[in-house]
């Protein structure tokens, strides 16, 4: 039977009736933008977060380009990213005119590893953005002190992580700020783009973040700074409240399937393939994706031979920030981050959506074993 990469249609039929229910009063009451839906989204994913403030945002990519201009990133100032991540966490800093300063990856967890992190701080460092890639954190207790011990705010990129954990933290509750993405594949999806920005505990920081999503007002045609337009809409915010009540079952969800993945794949040989692991201490791995290395150079054949067998697959990512074009003008080469460049060329993302039956998971499984003992 196929397997897609992803489909949604299951869980959407959980949440349709409430949706459409919310739809007809949302119509009724003509407030479409940051109305009583983005107020209540807010106070729960700050309530499941566990931080002070939350502030609902048109895009995860304009949650964490609004932190930067809070902390009042600009021309110049360097701000140190993992390569290994996908454009937005680049893209913002690069759009504020600062300078993106890649550092290498962990091949086990692909987070950025605080070694690197450390080398790579200048006396121009203004802020250390970790993304916490496919659902696991990056090392924050030791990420944290290398920054607290220089007065370098950190920025959480938590956009593939909402409900992770790590020594006994939640994603947002280590750095100031906070971005998250809720794009429809992610473990908490929109009907389209939207975003969050979590503050840990900084009221400042909080109010002005208000302020820039809605061009720097505060009030009405009194502008302090210039912002954005990051406003989050009524109606993603009524989606993600419907389905925030089973994110913890989708995470459950998610989680069995990887589980079930490293006991019916282990016999592999790890020099061919090798599963992802969880290696956070009291915490725990969301799998927003279940990402597998393809030793040998095999990684397209293998991508084939998935689709022939009709499983869905996705390459999270092909080539890494320091080596695209946009970037070249900051000196990167090929072998300037040797883990994060060999991870791009391994790397191949299976599905675990947590609507997967078993025969589904045995599906993914004889194409996975089939190919390798062809």
Same mark, same amino acid.
């Given at each position: ?214 061009? !720097? ?12 337009? *990051? #406003?989050? @809409? $009524? &109606? /993603? ?45 009291? !915490? ?12 040998? *150079? #095999?990684? @397209? $054949? &293998? /991508? ?71």
């Amino acid at each position: 039977m196929p397997v897609p990469m992803l489909d949604l249609v299951a869980q959407n039929v959980v949440v349709k009736q409430k949706i459409l229910d919310g739809l007809s009063a949302i119509t009724d009451r003509c407030t479409f933008v940051l109305g009583e839906n983005v107020r209540g989204l807010e106070s729960e994913l700050a309530d499941y977060c566990c931080t002070k403030y939350s502030v609902g945002m048109s895009s995860g990519t304009d949650a964490l380009l609004v932190a930067m201009m809070a902390l009042g990133i600009g021309s110049g100032d360097e701000i140190i990213i993992p390569s290994f991540t996908f454009f937005a966490t680049g893209g913002v800093v690069a759009r504020l005119g600062a300078k993106p300063v890649f550092a290498d990856i962990d091949p086990q967890t692909f987070n950025a590893t605080p070694s690197a992190i450390e080398a790579a701080i200048t006396d121009r460092t203004k802020a250390i953005m970790p993304v916490h890639l496919f659902g696991q954190l990056a090392d924050m207790p030791k990420i944290m002190e290398i920054a607290n011990a220089r007065g370098i705010p950190v920025i959480e990129d938590a956009c593939q992580s909402l409900g992770a954990k790590g020594w006994g933290k939640n994603a947002g509750q280590f750095g100031q700020i906070t971005g998250c993405s809720f794009y429809p594949t992610k473990n908490l999806g929109a009907f389209g783009d939207a975003g969050l920005a979590l503050i840990r505990d900084n009221e400042e920081l909080f109010r002005k973040i208000m302020r820039l999503r809605v061009h !720097g007002m505060e009030p009405v045609y009194v502008h302090h700074e210039v912002g954005i337009n *990051g #406003r989050l @809409d $009524e &109606f /993603q915010a009524l989606v993600l409240r419907a389905k925030l009540p089973f994110l913890e079952e989708w995470h459950v969800g998610r989680r069995k399937n990887a589980q079930w993945y490293s006991e019916n794949l282990q016999s592999l040989c790890p020099v061919d393939f090798q599963i992802p692991l969880e290696i956070v201490p009291n !915490g725990r791995h969301i799998y927003n994706q279940f990402t597998v290395r393809i030793k040998k *150079g #095999r990684r @397209d $054949e &293998f /991508q084939n031979h998935l689709k022939a067998k009709g499983i869905g697959s996705s390459i999270f990512y092909p080539i890494p920030l320091h080596l695209q074009p946009c970037f070249e003008y900051l000196g990167y080469r090929n072998g300037s981050l040797p883990e994060t460049e060999l991870s791009a060329k391994e790397v191949i993302s299976l599905p675990i959506y947590p609507e997967m039956t078993e025969e589904m998971l045995e599906e993914v499984a004889s194409a996975v074993m089939g190919f390798f003992r062809a």
